[in-house]
């Protein structure tokens, strides 16, 4: 079995949110994540896809992430509430 690719994601900028805007320069893969601290969960929104097959990590302040495991939508989208990016 062989080693998947490892692509390292970088941050683009960070909102007054907290949340945080990340993009992979190899497979232009583009997310934003946001950790509500208050209920101990981070939300991750996949704006590009890029390589699924790719392992994606990067951090900042000695914090790493690594994956982020992109399905398909079961459901149509609707209009989000994007109050937390700003």
Do not use: Y
Request: glycine share 10%; charged share 20%; net charge negative.
């Amino acid at each position: 079995m062989s080693n998947p690719e490892r692509h390292e994601m970088r941050l683009q900028r960070t909102f007054p949110s907290g949340a945080q805007e990340w993009f992979c320069p190899e497979c232009k893969r583009w997310m934003v994540l946001h950790h509500d601290s208050e209920r101990g969960k981070t939300k991750i929104v996949v704006l590009e896809v890029g390589n699924t097959l790719a392992g994606h990590f990067g951090g900042t302040q000695g914090v790493i992430v690594t994956g982020s495991q992109v399905e398909p939508a079961t459901e149509p989208p609707v209009e989000p509430n994007r109050g937390w990016l700003h």
